[in-house]
């Protein structure tokens, strides 16, 4: 059980991480804007435009859990329940709209990365991949339709009921509502876990299995080397690491409420903010160009003011940080700085681009 205190202290930590959160999809968003802007037919390449859905979703489930905890920890007296209610279950769809694009793009990189022999399956995934947009629609209103029935099917604490202590929380208090919640916890929880299970491993095989062939082929003369193929690949196992070991928490806390009948649902809220924080940093940290370019917008930033120079981030190239500092002190050397833009605008025009066809990769 929680104490007034926890609540409060979870409410705090979930207010620090939707500043993480909304900050680090922010710079997705304003990122992947730039290079729709630029793009010549004005449109995102796939990974970019689920990473969009992804962050636009992100940003909503931080709102709306600061929301949940802050009418949890100031209405006491349960005066507002239904609304704590109606914030629980859009919690509840957005979260599920995450975990369906997250499971998707993982989806994505698997059928870019991993070359199969052409048959059913490898029709199927190609189809899929060729309609992102429909895709995402589907998994939006999925979410809503999945979770909206919550409020029909589960009765929501409004202070005078018994077993409950949470205002606005929604349990099952009999068969049909228990076994909602089971069906929601698969579809949402278990069921992406699977696919993006699925795609680590395909994706982890293929990789040992091009590594030892690349070696091979070179005789041990030097390390195969994949580049940006492979910080793809470590983002996506990045990502499914992080969602299996949410998923492993919040089916317990969901556990403690359903079933226990404990007052943790603010766990299960402060969970899912630590989990779109996490998987919001693997997606910036994943895409090379937008990693040197955050830390190269930080420390240029930390030029203004000389006592936090101390909090500088070792840039991974130099070359690209002296031609800020040019453009910056010297607006005269106009080439330096369009050598800079060019720069900037090749890498990152979308690291999505540099991944192989499936029929040019092996």
């Known amino acids: ?11 705090v930590l979930t207010g620090f991480l939707a500043i993480l959160t909304i900050f680090f999809n922010m710079y997705l968003l304003l990122i992947n804007q730039r290079n729709y802007r630029k793009s010549a037919k004005h449109r995102l390449n796939p990974a970019d435009f689920i990473v969009t859905a992804i962050s ?7 709102v709306l859990t600061y929301f949940w905890q802050t009418m949890d920890v100031i209405d006491t007296v349960c005066r507002i329940s239904l609304a704590g209610a109606i914030l629980l279950v859009l919690i509840f769809s957005v979260k599920f709209i995450i975990f369906w694009s997250t499971a998707f793009l993982t989806f994505y990189y ?13 029709r199927i995934q190609e189809a899929i991949v060729k309609h992102v947009h429909t895709a995402l629609a589907l998994i939006v209103l999925s979410g809503f339709a999945n979770c909206v029935p919550l409020l029909s099917v589960l009765t929501y604490y409004n202070g005078t009921s018994t077993g409950l202590s949470d205002c606005g929380s929604i349990m099952p208090t009999d068969t049909t509502g228990l076994a909602y919640i089971f069906y929601y916890v698969i579809i949402s ?19 040992a ?8 082929s070179t005789n041990g003369a030097h390390g195969p080397k994949l580049g940006t193929q492979m910080r ?3 983002m996506t196992l990045s990502l499914v690491v992080v969602f299996v070991v949410f998923v492993i928490v919040d089916i317990f ?14 766990l299960t809220i402060l969970f899912a903010s ?10 910036v940290y994943g895409k090379k160009s937008y990693w040197k370019e955050l830390i190269a917008n930080y420390n240029l930033f930390l030029d203004e003011y000389p006592c936090l120079s101390g909090m500088k981030v070792e840039e991974p190239e130099g070359r690209e940080r002296a031609l800020i500092c040019c453009c910056v002190d010297s607006p005269s050397l106009t080439s330096s700085c369009q050598e800079y833009n060019v720069i900037l605008g090749h890498r990152n025009a979308g690291d999505d681009q540099l991944l192989p066809d499936r029929q040019d990769s092996g």
């Open 1 to 11: 059980m929680l104490s007034s205190l926890d609540k409060l202290v979870a409410w």
């Open 56 to 62: 636009m979703a992100s940003i909503s489930l931080q």
């Open 110 to 122: 698997g059928t870019k990365l991993v070359v199969e022999p052409v048959h059913c399956y490898t």
């Open 189 to 207: 929880d278990i069921v992406p876990g699977i696919v993006m299970v699925k795609c680590s491993i395909s994706i982890s095989y293929h990789l």
């Open 209 to 216: 299995k091009h590594l030892l062939d690349m070696k091979a």
């Open 232 to 234: 793809v690949i470590k």
């Open 253 to 266: 806390t969901q556990m403690t409420v359903v079933l226990m009948r404990q007052n943790t649902l603010a």
């Open 274 to 283: 630590i989990y779109t924080t996490v998987s919001a940093f693997v997606l």
